[in-house]
């Protein structure tokens, strides 16, 4: 489910729990209001409330160190591929083929990861994978008796493991981990919680308006929670920003 219409549909539910539990209060028995029963409902929101929070706020953490952690490598592919653009323009002549094809398969993977025609996308591109190992077979078939060159493509060898290791990691570390179970409980959690706010609240303005606020706040917690859950989708994504950066490095002659 989007995130939008999920963070929507929890502000329905937490604002619906408030407003009817406050419109049923007024049917309830005289001893169902007392002030042993108030006591009671606030120790149960009390409890709710803290389990709530805790969690929303421990997996809210977990999401943002997820993404700041994909944006990290995101950042460290790009350099990881001007650093073997740079040691194979040190090849000279023996290096053109694999910087073609290097500049190829980062064209793919840009296009692919943040598609410009708004179609879907492919993290885990076989199409992309495959320009990549053709671009590593070039490199590892890099041939020459000049001291110079052959270092030089041992640094490029080096830095295309580094490079096919943090494509395997980032392809990982976009995989999704929260569950739609997972939202359930917790979007039912914030609807008791917000159930018990509603149980002897008065009827007026202002009461209303800071359920309002505080619906529309953890409705927008939980959709943040959801879109940080997807790297590469959703209103808030990685920056293509390094590997365009890279692309324009290999691109020039």
Not at 52 to 66: A, H, P, R, W
């Amino acid at each position: 489910m989007p995130a939008l219409l999920t963070g929507f549909t929890a502000f329905v539910c937490f604002l619906g729990a408030f407003l009817i539990v406050r419109r049923l209060q007024r049917f309830l028995p005289e001893d169902h209001l007392s002030d042993e029963s108030s006591t009671s409902v606030r120790v149960g929101i009390a409890v709710v409330s803290t389990l709530s929070g805790l969690v929303l706020g421990l997996v809210l953490s977990s999401m943002k160190m997820n993404f700041d952690n994909v944006q990290r490598d995101v950042r460290r592919f790009g350099t990881e591929l001007i650093m073997v653009d740079t040691a194979l323009r040190s090849c000279e002549a023996i290096g053109v083929t694999a910087r073609q094809q290097l500049l190829e398969y980062a064209r793919a993977a840009l296009n692919g990861t943040w598609p410009a025609d708004g179609s879907g996308v492919i993290v885990d591109d076989r199409a992309a994978a495959m320009l990549l190992q053709r671009t590593d077979r070039s490199i590892v078939q890099l041939a020459t008796t000049d001291p110079a060159t052959a270092y030089y493509a041992d640094r490029a060898r080096n830095s295309m493991d580094k490079l096919i290791n943090l494509r395997a990691t980032i392809i990982s570390e976009n995989k999704a981990f929260l569950q739609p179970a997972f939202i359930v409980v917790v979007v039912l959690w914030f609807t008791l919680l917000f159930g018990g706010f509603g149980y002897r609240a008065p009827s007026n303005y202002t009461v209303t308006t800071s359920m309002l606020c505080a619906a529309i706040a953890i409705a927008s917690a939980i959709t943040l929670m959801m879109e940080l859950d997807g790297a590469f989708t959703g209103l808030i994504t990685v920056s293509s920003e390094p590997l365009r950066d890279a692309i324009a490095t290999l691109a020039q002659p």
